[in-house]
Protein backbone atom coordinates (compact mmCIF):
# COMPACT_ATOMS: atom_id res chain seq x y z
CA UNK A 1 0.00 0.00 0.00
CA UNK A 2 1.19 3.54 -0.85
CA UNK A 3 1.95 5.46 2.28
CA UNK A 4 4.09 8.30 3.67
CA UNK A 5 5.84 8.64 7.17
CA UNK A 6 7.51 11.49 8.42
CA UNK A 7 9.08 11.89 11.60
CA UNK A 8 9.63 13.26 14.22
CA UNK A 9 6.35 14.22 14.84
CA UNK A 10 7.09 17.33 16.51
CA UNK A 11 10.83 18.85 16.92
CA UNK A 12 11.82 21.55 19.43
CA UNK A 13 15.05 23.75 18.62
CA UNK A 14 16.69 26.61 20.00
CA UNK A 15 17.35 29.61 16.78
CA UNK A 16 20.56 28.49 15.35
CA UNK A 17 20.46 25.06 15.93
CA UNK A 18 20.40 22.96 12.86
CA UNK A 19 18.38 19.49 12.38
CA UNK A 20 16.70 17.21 9.64
CA UNK A 21 13.20 16.55 9.69
CA UNK A 22 12.46 13.03 7.67
CA UNK A 23 10.07 11.46 5.24
CA UNK A 24 9.42 7.83 4.31
CA UNK A 25 7.75 6.54 1.48
CA UNK A 26 6.52 3.56 -0.29
CA UNK A 27 4.92 3.86 -3.97
CA UNK A 28 5.26 2.44 -7.14
CA UNK A 29 6.57 4.59 -9.71
CA UNK A 30 7.49 7.86 -7.75
CA UNK A 31 6.38 10.69 -9.85
CA UNK A 32 7.31 13.06 -7.16
CA UNK A 33 8.21 13.95 -3.51
CA UNK A 34 6.72 17.16 -2.39
CA UNK A 35 7.49 19.11 0.68
CA UNK A 36 5.03 21.76 1.74
CA UNK A 37 5.15 24.01 4.76
CA UNK A 38 1.78 24.51 6.79
CA UNK A 39 1.18 26.97 9.49
CA UNK A 40 -1.76 27.03 12.18
CA UNK A 41 -5.27 27.45 10.12
CA UNK A 42 -3.18 28.09 6.59
CA UNK A 43 -3.48 25.69 3.59
CA UNK A 44 0.23 24.10 2.76
CA UNK A 45 2.40 26.47 0.91
CA UNK A 46 4.24 24.62 -1.81
CA UNK A 47 8.31 24.33 -0.69
CA UNK A 48 10.02 22.03 -2.83
CA UNK A 49 9.35 18.83 -5.26
CA UNK A 50 11.85 16.16 -6.08
CA UNK A 51 12.12 13.52 -8.92
CA UNK A 52 14.48 11.46 -8.35
CA UNK A 53 17.43 9.98 -5.81
CA UNK A 54 20.71 12.33 -5.21
CA UNK A 55 18.35 15.26 -6.11
CA UNK A 56 18.60 18.31 -3.92
CA UNK A 57 16.82 21.83 -3.48
CA UNK A 58 17.23 24.53 -1.27
CA UNK A 59 15.89 27.80 -0.69
CA UNK A 60 16.90 29.97 2.00
CA UNK A 61 17.40 27.81 5.71
CA UNK A 62 15.76 24.87 3.96
CA UNK A 63 17.13 22.26 1.76
CA UNK A 64 15.85 19.03 0.76
CA UNK A 65 17.29 15.63 -0.41
CA UNK A 66 16.08 12.88 -1.92
CA UNK A 67 16.81 8.69 -1.91
CA UNK A 68 15.07 5.75 -3.26
CA UNK A 69 13.29 5.11 -0.10
CA UNK A 70 13.00 8.55 1.55
CA UNK A 71 13.61 12.40 1.82
CA UNK A 72 15.18 15.15 3.87
CA UNK A 73 14.26 18.26 5.03
CA UNK A 74 17.34 20.03 6.43
CA UNK A 75 17.13 23.40 8.34
CA UNK A 76 20.56 25.05 9.15
CA UNK A 77 20.42 28.32 11.45
CA UNK A 78 16.89 28.05 11.84
CA UNK A 79 14.59 30.93 12.59
CA UNK A 80 11.68 31.79 14.73
CA UNK A 81 10.25 32.19 11.21
CA UNK A 82 10.86 28.86 10.71
CA UNK A 83 8.31 27.45 12.89
CA UNK A 84 5.66 25.55 11.13
CA UNK A 85 4.70 22.13 10.37
CA UNK A 86 6.38 20.54 7.60
CA UNK A 87 4.01 18.22 5.21
CA UNK A 88 5.46 15.33 2.79
CA UNK A 89 3.39 14.23 -0.07
CA UNK A 90 3.50 11.89 -2.79
CA UNK A 91 1.39 11.55 -5.60
CA UNK A 92 -0.03 7.98 -6.08
CA UNK A 93 0.26 6.97 -9.64
CA UNK A 94 -2.49 6.62 -11.98
CA UNK A 95 -5.07 9.19 -13.81
CA UNK A 96 -5.28 11.76 -10.99
CA UNK A 97 -2.08 12.17 -9.40
CA UNK A 98 -3.85 12.86 -5.93
CA UNK A 99 -1.70 13.40 -3.29
CA UNK A 100 -0.60 11.10 -0.20
CA UNK A 101 0.15 13.04 3.02
CA UNK A 102 2.14 12.02 5.96
CA UNK A 103 0.99 13.56 8.75
CA UNK A 104 3.62 16.22 9.32
CA UNK A 105 6.65 17.70 11.70
CA UNK A 106 5.79 20.10 13.70
CA UNK A 107 8.24 22.63 13.91
CA UNK A 108 9.20 25.08 17.04
CA UNK A 109 11.97 27.42 16.84
CA UNK A 110 12.78 29.24 19.95
CA UNK A 111 14.50 32.47 20.10
CA UNK B 1 2.40 35.31 -8.12
CA UNK B 2 -0.47 33.53 -9.25
CA UNK B 3 -2.66 31.60 -6.36
CA UNK B 4 -5.29 29.60 -5.50
CA UNK B 5 -8.19 31.50 -3.57
CA UNK B 6 -11.22 30.22 -1.43
CA UNK B 7 -14.09 31.75 -0.10
CA UNK B 8 -15.49 32.13 2.55
CA UNK B 9 -12.31 31.73 5.02
CA UNK B 10 -14.83 30.27 7.80
CA UNK B 11 -18.21 28.75 7.56
CA UNK B 12 -20.61 27.93 10.50
CA UNK B 13 -23.58 25.79 9.56
CA UNK B 14 -26.24 23.86 11.40
CA UNK B 15 -25.90 20.41 11.00
CA UNK B 16 -29.01 19.14 8.28
CA UNK B 17 -28.39 22.45 6.33
CA UNK B 18 -26.82 22.98 2.70
CA UNK B 19 -22.79 24.38 2.46
CA UNK B 20 -21.26 25.13 -0.85
CA UNK B 21 -17.26 26.03 -0.76
CA UNK B 22 -15.94 28.05 -3.39
CA UNK B 23 -12.07 27.94 -5.14
CA UNK B 24 -10.93 30.29 -7.97
CA UNK B 25 -7.95 27.51 -9.39
CA UNK B 26 -4.74 29.16 -10.54
CA UNK B 27 -5.30 30.50 -14.13
CA UNK B 28 -4.75 27.71 -16.82
CA UNK B 29 -4.29 25.08 -14.73
CA UNK B 30 -6.67 21.67 -15.43
CA UNK B 31 -6.51 19.57 -12.77
CA UNK B 32 -8.54 20.54 -9.73
CA UNK B 33 -9.16 18.78 -6.35
CA UNK B 34 -10.47 19.18 -2.99
CA UNK B 35 -8.92 17.65 -0.24
CA UNK B 36 -10.12 18.08 3.41
CA UNK B 37 -8.08 18.10 7.14
CA UNK B 38 -9.42 17.53 10.23
CA UNK B 39 -7.79 18.91 13.09
CA UNK B 40 -4.91 17.35 14.48
CA UNK B 41 -5.10 14.38 11.31
CA UNK B 42 -3.52 14.67 7.96
CA UNK B 43 -4.41 16.09 4.60
CA UNK B 44 -6.84 13.75 3.09
CA UNK B 45 -7.84 13.66 -0.60
CA UNK B 46 -11.58 13.80 -0.96
CA UNK B 47 -12.09 14.37 -5.00
CA UNK B 48 -10.02 15.44 -8.26
CA UNK B 49 -12.06 17.00 -11.38
CA UNK B 50 -10.93 17.47 -15.31
CA UNK B 51 -11.84 18.01 -18.07
CA UNK B 52 -15.25 18.95 -16.84
CA UNK B 53 -15.83 15.24 -14.66
CA UNK B 54 -15.57 14.15 -11.86
CA UNK B 55 -11.89 12.17 -12.61
CA UNK B 56 -11.31 10.02 -8.52
CA UNK B 57 -13.88 9.91 -5.39
CA UNK B 58 -12.56 9.16 -2.04
CA UNK B 59 -14.77 6.80 -0.01
CA UNK B 60 -15.49 9.99 2.11
CA UNK B 61 -17.11 11.55 -1.05
CA UNK B 62 -20.49 9.99 -0.88
CA UNK B 63 -24.32 11.20 -2.20
CA UNK B 64 -23.67 13.94 0.59
CA UNK B 65 -20.94 15.77 -1.70
CA UNK B 66 -20.59 17.12 -5.37
CA UNK B 67 -18.58 19.06 -7.03
CA UNK B 68 -19.36 21.57 -10.05
CA UNK B 69 -17.10 24.25 -12.35
CA UNK B 70 -19.78 26.50 -13.08
CA UNK B 71 -17.79 28.74 -15.15
CA UNK B 72 -14.57 28.82 -16.43
CA UNK B 73 -12.59 30.12 -13.08
CA UNK B 74 -14.63 29.03 -9.99
CA UNK B 75 -14.51 25.46 -8.54
CA UNK B 76 -17.52 24.72 -6.29
CA UNK B 77 -17.78 21.57 -3.26
CA UNK B 78 -21.59 21.38 -1.95
CA UNK B 79 -22.30 19.41 1.03
CA UNK B 80 -25.87 18.88 0.94
CA UNK B 81 -26.68 17.89 4.42
CA UNK B 82 -24.24 18.84 6.43
CA UNK B 83 -23.02 16.14 9.54
CA UNK B 84 -21.05 16.87 12.73
CA UNK B 85 -18.21 14.90 11.10
CA UNK B 86 -18.01 17.20 8.23
CA UNK B 87 -16.83 19.62 10.20
CA UNK B 88 -12.81 20.00 9.15
CA UNK B 89 -10.62 22.60 6.97
CA UNK B 90 -11.14 21.96 3.36
CA UNK B 91 -8.66 22.74 0.81
CA UNK B 92 -8.58 23.22 -3.25
CA UNK B 93 -5.59 22.39 -5.04
CA UNK B 94 -4.73 22.72 -9.03
CA UNK B 95 -2.37 21.02 -11.10
CA UNK B 96 -1.39 22.74 -14.76
CA UNK B 97 -0.98 19.56 -16.90
CA UNK B 98 -0.69 16.12 -17.46
CA UNK B 99 3.07 16.08 -16.93
CA UNK B 100 3.31 18.40 -13.95
CA UNK B 101 2.51 16.85 -10.78
CA UNK B 102 2.68 19.72 -8.30
CA UNK B 103 -0.37 20.56 -6.66
CA UNK B 104 -0.43 24.30 -5.23
CA UNK B 105 -2.97 24.90 -2.23
CA UNK B 106 -5.73 27.28 -1.16
CA UNK B 107 -5.93 28.79 2.11
CA UNK B 108 -8.70 27.02 2.93
CA UNK B 109 -12.35 26.85 4.50
CA UNK B 110 -12.89 26.01 8.44
CA UNK B 111 -16.02 24.62 8.32
CA UNK B 112 -17.95 24.23 11.61
CA UNK B 113 -21.06 22.14 12.00
CA UNK B 114 -22.64 23.02 15.33
Known amino acids: EDQVTQSPEALRLQEGESSSLNCSYT??????LFWYRQDPGKGPEFLFT???AGEEKEKERLKATLTKKESFLHITAPKPEDSATYLC????????????FGTGTLLAVQP | EPEVTQTPSHQVTQMGQEVILRCVPI?????FYWYRQILGQKVEFLVS????????KSEIFDDQFSVERPDGSNFTLKIRSTKLEDSAMYFCASRGGRATYEQYFGPGTRLTVT
Open chain 1, 89 to 100: AVPRPGATNKLI
Open chain 1, 50 to 52: LYS
Open chain 2, 27 to 31: SNHLY
Open chain 2, 49 to 56: FYNNEISE
Open chain 1, 27 to 32: VSGLRG
